[in-house]
């Protein structure tokens, strides 16, 4: 079974700066895919970033960059010039697909991030 | 694009009631996943519905049973409720054959079971 490690509960990080959230994961699968998702307040779960485990290149969207490490089972989430709008939950999940089978997923628990003005 | 909608957004019921809850998954979407979050917990997969058929389930009971739609919708029946069952309950649309199996998710349906 894979099973989806966020080992830091809170984090707080004032605007402007930069944080970076931790995930790891044990699996032994070769071929999966990461998410990180957000849930703001409001509660709406929104997809931040992906990374396929195939692909060596970093993912990047905009602000939100990760650090995939495949050997080291490590996807880690930086967020660069923090803004207000960032405080939520930020979750890790894994999604594999057996041959032959169904979307599998597991999700972390999650780090509650506070942007400080 | 209305995106994932769900309903009710709150629901309060009493314990050994039953309730059903409703998802429209995302146009274009033709899978619906449903997740049980637990106040300060991340989300638990309860079971996952493609073609009108359970595909696969987690480690829920029997009392948790579902249904999808010809038209892709779908919805989560929870009977017996207990006390324990109070969560949010998440629904996730994705395609099938899409873009590395991406999830996008509702709102959330909040139940509170007395």
């Known amino acids: 079974a894979q099973t989806v490690t966020q080992s830091q509960p809170e984090m707080s990080v004032q605007e402007a700066e930069t944080v970076t959230l931790s995930c790891t994961y044990d699996t032994s699968e070769s071929n999966y895919y990461l998410f990180w998702y957000k849930q703001p307040p409001s509660r709406q779960m929104i997809l931040v970033i992906r990374q396929e485990a195939y692909k060596q290149q970093n993912a990047t969207e905009n602000r939100f960059s990760v650090n995939f490490q495949k050997a080291a089972k490590s996807f880690s989430l930086k967020i660069s010039d923090s803004q207000l709008g960032d405080t939520a939950m930020y979750f890790c999940a894994f999604i594999w697909v057996p041959s032959g089978g169904y979307q599998k997923v597991t999700f972390g628990i999650g780090t509650k991030l506070q942007v400080i003005p | 694009d209305a995106g994932v909608t769900q309903s009710p957004t709150h629901l309060i019921k009493t314990r050994g009631q039953q309730v059903t809850l409703r998802c429209s998954p995302k146009s274009g979407h033709d899978t619906v996943s449903w997740y049980q979050q637990a106040l300060g917990q991340g989300p638990q997969f309860i079971f996952q519905?493609?073609?009108?058929?359970?595909?696969q389930r987690g480690n829920f009971p029997d009392r948790f049973s579902g249904h999808q739609f010809p038209n892709y919708s779908s919805e989560l029946n929870v009977n017996a409720l207990l006390l324990g069952d109070s969560a949010l309950y998440l629904c996730?649309?994705?395609?099938?054959?899409?873009?590395?199996?991406?999830?996008?998710f509702g709102p959330g349906t909040r139940l509170t079971v007395l």
């Open positions: 996730a649309s994705s395609s099938w054959r899409g873009l590395a199996h991406e999830q996008f």
């Open positions: 519905y493609y073609e009108e058929e359970e595909r």
